[in-house]
């Protein structure tokens, strides 16, 4: 490797990433804002901080219940699709070779194929039939949907884990169960950080599933709340934009803190 | 059946039981209307395949799969181009690496919607002050607005949060380059296009692939990013298929014509996804 630094692709890239920064530098600018500032130049810093906006943007939008609601939505999800989907892919991929587990394998990666909107009528007079229209019916409807991309993701993993470990444990006299959430589920750590960033992610930014699911507007999660108030920040946009920002805040400050971790994670999936 | 066989069986039963009842099943439902007249309610009756010549006749449907092909095709070639730019800058040797990757990959975590709504105000209250100020006539008035120029911002917004994913995706594949072909290029007097070509592109090429179908598929179902920045306005001028199956069958009680528009949905996105796969991997084999 050429020992020099390329200044050239530094200076370029550092251009590019304004471009990415610029409206977070925004949304940041505006929710500091008062309502008056918003004449003069929009770029300028505000001239004094209006935390005020944030009060009222949290006691106007119930911001501790939304938050609330997306966090237990996130958790059941992430911790349902780790237990889950780890186990059903296990079993997939150590009966490869039987037909019904290949065919099990086709029938789940299949509906990655499949788009929402062609589930998305039945399923939601479904979930009202079945008293489903709740945050427990959206986790659930979550595990369901990630199924196909985590399947095929665990089974790539789980191939590359020598079957040898798992044949000495069950000679000396080990369960399949034991074999699995002793020696195997341990394993897939890396996948398992991998699939938990992706799911986590889905869960937390989602907004087409918790709005046809979700009837109960205390039930809301961040983006759907940011949806439903459209029309009551109406022109206010420092409320607005420091309800925005609040919204993002926690997954910013997740990236800031373990950005290496996920930027990992989510490469490792890519390479499977 | 010997027991292990059994513990196997009873580890993918339960799956098996929730992912028909709520994905099969549902997919089930969904053809099976397709071909009655159900309202979301009430009675019905079969009516064979009228919902599905009905929908090749639906001047609003078809100006929905217009501007969603038109969209997603844009938008796809952008961002792989935008994307693989930005991988191979952050794979030279550059100053602050870590750093400029984490705000590249930024976009990735944040909510289409909530950005969607940032974009929003940028489209309406800051680039018509830079169009007046620069004096760039199309800039000068929301383009939002604008029943020609409105997908453009819509797919603005797209590229600025789909580059990320897919520079990932490059960068994981052009660090599986072995450096030492570049140094063999260079004693044979490669220049930097025939290095791209000669060399990266076609080791990169799998990704390649990746990305295009994956990038077609996800834009071909945009949703959020519409309802954030012209909830499919001006006009219908940017309603895209997932949002008009949504207000057809939620607010205009057509659930069993949007059922039949999905199922044609469902069979496009397949096709073109095959289609994508088959074309791109004979690529890769040349």
Do not use: C
Request: glycine content about 6%; overall charge positive; charged content about 10%.
């Amino acid at each position: 490797m050429r020992g020099h630094t390329n200044w050239k692709a530094t200076i370029l890239l550092i251009l590019g990433s304004l471009f990415i920064l610029f409206p977070l530098y925004l949304t940041v600018n505006i929710a500091l804002k008062t309502p008056e500032e918003m004449a003069g130049n929009l770029l300028a810093l505000p001239e004094s901080w209006a935390f005020s906006n944030f009060m009222e943007a949290i006691v106007m939008t119930d911001f501790f219940r939304a938050l609330t609601n997306s966090v237990i939505v996130t958790t059941l999800t992430v911790v349902l699709v780790l237990l889950t989907h780890s186990l059903v892919a296990y079993a997939i991929a150590r009966n490869m070779h039987k037909k019904f587990y290949k065919f099990l394998y086709l029938y789940f990666i299949s509906a990655m194929f499949v788009p929402f909107p062609v589930i998305m009528l039945p399923i939601v007079k479904q979930t009202s039939m079945w008293g489903m229209d709740n945050l427990i019916g959206l986790a659930l409807l979550n595990v369901v949907m990630q199924l196909a991309f985590n399947v095929f993701v665990y089974v790539g993993f789980i191939k590359s884990i020598p079957k040898a470990l798992e044949e000495a444990a069950i000679i000396d006299g080990a369960s399949i169960w034991q074999v699995f959430w002793k020696i195997i589920f341990p394993l897939m750590k890396p996948i398992h950080a991998t699939v938990a960033i992706l799911t986590a992610l889905f869960a937390w930014n989602d907004f087409m599933l918790p709005l046809v699911i979700l009837s109960d507007s205390s039930q809301y999660t961040l983006p759907l709340v940011q949806y439903a108030f459209q029309g009551q920040f109406s022109t206010d946009y420092n409320l607005a934009f420091a309800s925005y920002l609040m919204a993002m805040l926690p997954m910013i400050i997740i990236y800031i803190l373990a950005q290496k971790w996920i930027i990992g994670g989510v490469m490792r999936g890519s390479l499977k | 059946m010997t027991k292990k066989n059994y513990t196997y069986l009873i580890m993918v039963i339960p799956a098996i039981i929730i992912f028909f009842t709520f994905h099969t099943y549902p997919t089930i439902q969904g053809i099976f209307y397709s071909f009655t007249n159900f309202k979301g309610y009430g009675s019905w009756d079969f009516i064979g395949f009228d919902n599905y010549l009905n929908v090749f006749q639906d001047g609003r449907a078809l100006s929905a799969y217009g501007f969603t092909f038109q969209f997603a095709i844009v938008s796809t070639i952008l961002v792989n181009i935008v994307s693989l730019l930005i991988a191979i800058g952050l794979n030279a040797k550059i100053k602050f690496h870590k750093t400029l990757r984490a705000i590249y990959f930024l976009p990735f975590i944040l909510s289409v919607l909530i950005v969607g709504y940032i974009f929003r105000f940028i489209f309406t209250h800051i680039l018509p002050k830079v169009g007046d100020t620069l004096n760039i006539e199309f800039l000068a008035s929301n383009i939002l607005g604008n029943q020609e120029l409105a997908w453009v911002g819509i797919v603005l917004l797209a590229v600025w949060q789909s580059a990320a994913f897919n520079t990932l995706l490059y960068l994981a594949g052009l660090s599986t380059i072995d450096q030492q072909l570049y140094e063999a290029s260079d004693i044979d007097g490669a220049g930097p296009w025939q290095k791209f070509w000669k060399v990266t592109f076609p080791l990169i090429a799998p990704f390649f692939t990746i990305n295009m179908v994956v990038a077609m598929k996800n834009f071909l179902m945009a949703f959020d990013q519409i309802i954030a920045l012209t909830g499919g306005g001006p006009g219908q001028a940017t309603e895209s298929i997932s949002l008009l199956i949504y207000r057809g069958a939620f607010q205009g009680g057509e659930f069993a014509y949007q059922s039949a528009n999905a199922v044609i949905y469902f069979i496009v996105i397949v096709v073109i996804s095959i289609f994508q796969l088959r074309v791109l991997e004979k690529r890769e084999v040349k």
